[in-house]
């Protein structure tokens, strides 16, 4: 049987649960989460091989870019357009809990610039009552041309595997683009920084910007196959350092802690993690 493929964007409104849907589909972390805007900065690629066909999901940024422009936002336009180009289908996810009609017929319109098929995916159905999101599909489906609409949990992983048989029905025969056993676009280094971003997002969202950057100075197998990595925290303003490292380093600690056990538990080998917060 020869092999295919199926190239997916995944876009939606920030914190419609792409990150958790992408990290659900592959198995494995490779897409961070929280509830800051835009977290997911770079154009991330989650790879699912099933049976004879490959699915590469391009993880984007939030979908407020798709309209509004300014400075601080053309990388994260770029990617999320790029992905959108690069793929043979979007996956529109909506958080079920907050839809907002306007921003999405807004969202929607300015997709049907692109001659792409289009899913819309009510997501965390888990927390509402599905009689709740028939009026909002109904209103969809009058208005635009959707392939098909579905519930799912990303949390509770719900309805995905029938979100997967539906997407591999526009697959198509091509040689694969990525090894079999890789997951993602990504290498170790990208990820176990991301993994550390997520943690002091998590604990200081409100205080920190997110897109701090983080630089891995060492990573490295020792002999006991245990993992050694030192990072820095790279800050453009002083008082940064002082909220990260916290009172007696008690903030800090939390998150070295916290990020290595993140890390253990994605390569499954016991971590020795080093943190520097310094100035850019």
Sequence with gaps: MKNKIIKIALIGKTNAG?????NKIVGEKISIQNKKINTTLDLI??????KHIQMIFYDTPGSNFLKTFNSNSKTLKIN????????DVILYLIDSKTIKLKFLFDQLN???????????????????SSKNILPFVNKIDSKYNIEAFFSISGKKNKGIDNLLKFLNKFSYNSKWIYKEDELTNKGDEFIISELLRETILTYLHKEIPYNIDIKTTEYKF?????????QKILINEN?????????KGIMIKKIREECQQKISDVFK???HLYLEVINA
């Design 18 to 22: 792409k990150s958790t849907l992408i």
């Design 45 to 50: 690629v989650g790879v699912k091989n099933i």
């Design 80 to 87: 999320l357009w790029q992905a959108i180009d690069d793929s």
């Design 110 to 128: 300015k997709l049907e610039e692109v001659n792409k098929k289009k899913i819309i995916v009510f997501n965390k159905i888990d927390l509402v």
């Design 222 to 230: 020792l002999k006991n196959n245990n993992i050694k990595i030192k």
């Design 239 to 247: 008082r940064y350092k002082k909220i990260i490292v916290g009172k």
């Design 269 to 271: 080998k016991r971590t």
